[in-house]
T-cell receptor, first 112, second 113 residues
Framework: DAKTTQPNSMESNEEEPVHLPCNHSTISGTDYIHWYRQLPSQGPEYVIHGLTSNVNNRMASLAIAEDRKSSTLILHRATLRDAAVYYCIRPAPYNQGGKLIFGQGTELSVKP | DTAVSQTPKYLVTQMGNDKSIKCEQNLGHDTMYWYKQDSKKFLKIMFSYNNKELIINETVPNRFSPKSPDKAHLNLHINSLELGDSAVYFC????????????FGPGTRLTVL
């Protein structure tokens, strides 16, 4: 059970911002939210993670709702290379080995 | 300077054979994982090892036997291969468990004929 819900697919135009939503209504107070992406024919790649406040890194920003029941991954300027499946994940806790439970993810296509 | 490497990249074999996939990481991590991605693209954890000790076994058939000779290696041996074992297998590693970033290898595409 992935415990997160994402749209199956989204489209974006190149050089425009992209907002990828994720619902995680059963999240507990200590659950982090992680985002990974999988480019075609590659292994998953870490994007960003956060707990309560918004987070930024060189790849993306993560906006977490105040009630923590949803979050949004923001790609500020989509490039063709950003076309991938994006997974919103709640890693298992430390005592369950920290496994990543992948859902279906959101397939992002980027149009030139 | 590949962080997580897997060999082979492709593996085609007959039903009933035994095969191994090797994984090595040069990141100094102490935790390694095997994931399976099926034909519908669902990724699922199979095993996790921390400091060479098994910590997760997600009800994988005992035909699958992981072996961790040291913290940098986690190999996957599969006995009596079945058609349903055809998938892409990804190795990953992390520093500890929990909320640490996992680094994935490029995957091994296994095809059982």
């Amino acid at each position: 059970d992935a415990k997160t819900t994402q749209p199956n697919s989204m489209e974006s135009n190149e050089e425009e911002p992209v907002h990828l939503p994720c619902n995680h209504s059963t999240i507990s107070g200590t659950d982090y939210i992680h985002w990974y992406r999988q480019l075609p024919s590659q292994g998953p790649e870490y994007v960003i993670h956060g707990l309560t406040s918004n987070v930024n890194n060189r790849m993306a920003s993560l906006a977490i709702a105040e009630d923590r029941k949803s979050s949004t991954l923001i790609l500020h300027r989509a490039t063709l290379r950003d076309a991938a499946v994006y997974y919103c994940i709640r890693p298992a806790p430390y005592n369950q080995g920290g496994k990543l439970i992948f859902g279906q993810g959101t397939e992002l296509s980027v149009k030139p | 300077d590949t962080a997580v490497s897997q060999t082979p990249k492709y593996l085609v074999t007959q039903m009933g054979n035994d095969k191994s996939i090797k994984c090595e990481q040069n990141l100094g991590h102490d935790t390694m994982y095997w994931y399976k991605q099926d034909s519908k693209k669902f990724l699922k954890i199979m095993f996790s090892y921390n400091n060479k000790e098994l910590i997760i076994n997600e009800t994988v058939p005992n035909r699958f036997s992981p072996k961790s000779p040291d913290k940098a290696h986690l190999n996957l041996h599969i006995n009596s291969l079945e058609l349903g074992d055809s998938a892409v297998y990804f190795c990953a590693s992390s520093h500890g468990t929990g909320n640490n970033e996992q680094f994935f290898g490029p995957g091994t595409r296994l095809t059982v004929l």
